[in-house]
């Protein structure tokens, strides 16, 4: 016998996410709607101030016919998803190995003097949350922070209190890496098949 215990809270998207999410469900075929349950995710926390609660889930669960905890172990596998209310600005620093052997502790040691605080706390006046993620994706460009959806690469310790100033001054940096190279390309542009490389490249490119 299953027992169902819901929360006493409720959770509904508004109309406008709600016909987002019915048009991502049916992306699914017949009986593979759970499929989906990231994207829903992911945009239940947008609405919800950046975090996603219990009734954000057995809403989801009810959604795609699926049991709540099989959405609640992706909610808290992925790092993506907050499980707890955050700051406004969720800092999420990269410290697997790659970034690490590329100077993460650098970048650390700067968020944390820059905004007073450790990794999973938030500061007092609710703008800023620090978190510690595993490997971002970008290990080219490490070391690497995540901030709304966008990547700031090649960091060190002084670009990262760059970035976190600009930031409290709503001056973000542009995302990308963080010195003078295009993407993911040699610093000072291609080494090699410099025949074919647009010429903006050649010259060491944009950053
Ligand atoms: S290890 Fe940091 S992006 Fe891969």
Known sequence: MSVSVKSSETFEFTPENLEWAKG????????????????LLTRAQQQNGGWVTVPIMECIADMLDMPYIRVHEVASFYSMYNLKPVGKHVIE????????????????????????????????????????????????NAPVIAYKEEYYEDLDENSTRAFIRGIKEGKVPAAGPQVNRFKACPMGGPTTLTDYAPADLTSGGDK
């Open 93 to 140: 620093v990269c410290t697997t190995t790659p970034c690490w052997l590329r100077g993460s502790d650098d970048v650390v040691k700067a968020c944390k003097e820059e905004l007073g605080i450790g990794f999973g706390e938030t500061t007092e006046d609710g703008e800023f949350t620090l978190l510690e993620v595993e490997c971002a994706g970008a290990c080219v």
């Open 24 to 39: 991502q469900i049916a992306k699914y075929p017949e009986g593979r709607q759970q499929s989906a349950v990231m994207p």
